[in-house]
């Protein structure tokens, strides 16, 4: 299996997708970290009108507005990449979860069959329990975590911070990490339960 020269952290959304990116400095003359938030605003995106005649999203709208966000999002990821993305939220409920679904397999397909990227799901206990040692943590706890552990990158908010945890999981498992200190041990079971995590260790071991 090959070594991983970039890893990405993708915390999905339809409004506002936070994605850090980072390169093993062993394997490249340059350190590279990228932290960026993919922005869309559903105003944007409404070219028809509803019963009452106010604006309202098309069906069409909807699909573009998924394609330009997937877009967006894969022109941040380099190629060959080790990906990890926030998992399908099953439990989820309301008109939005239909295109939040679409959203996750477009951006899905976009990486792993256009940019041949190993993209692997994680939920969000294993998020939580990742960056707080605990998986029931809520997004402020998340964010101040972050916040503390990772004092020289410029966390802008709770998706950007999602992200950047997504980002160190991958880069873990990579076999190298983007911490200064090592996580507590607790934190570090987060990586045991990812899909395909045997088979990703071992190429390192």
């Not at 877009?71 to 080790?82: C, G, I, S």
């Amino acid at each position: 299996m090959r070594r991983f020269e970039y890893v990405a952290g993708i915390d999905l959304s339809m409004t506002s997708t936070g994605v850090a990116v980072f390169a093993n400095s062993e394997l490249r003359t340059n350190w590279l970290r990228k932290l960026s938030r993919v922005q869309s605003k559903a105003a944007d995106w409404q070219s028809g009108r509803d019963a009452k005649g106010k604006p309202a999203a098309t069906w069409k709208d909807r699909y573009v507005r998924m394609e330009n966000i997937t877009d967006r999002v894969a022109m941040l990821v380099p190629p060959r990449a080790l990906v990890f993305m926030e998992g399908p939220s099953y439990g989820s409920k309301g008109a939005g979860t239909w295109d939040r679904a679409g959203l996750w397999w477009q951006v899905y397909e976009a990486l792993h069959v256009a940019q041949q990227c190993t993209v692997v799901p994680v939920s969000p206990s294993q998020r939580m329990l990742y960056a707080t040692g605990n998986g029931r943590a809520d997004k402020d706890a998340v964010l101040a975590a972050v916040v503390k552990r990772y004092p020289d990158l410029d966390i802008t908010g709770n998706d950007v911070a999602d992200a950047v945890v997504f980002a160190a999981m991958a880069a873990r498992v990579a076999g190298w990490a983007i911490e200064r200190t090592e996580p507590p041990a607790k934190a570090l079971t987060a990586l045991d339960k990812l899909e395909g995590i045997a088979d990703l260790r071992g190429a390192y071991a």
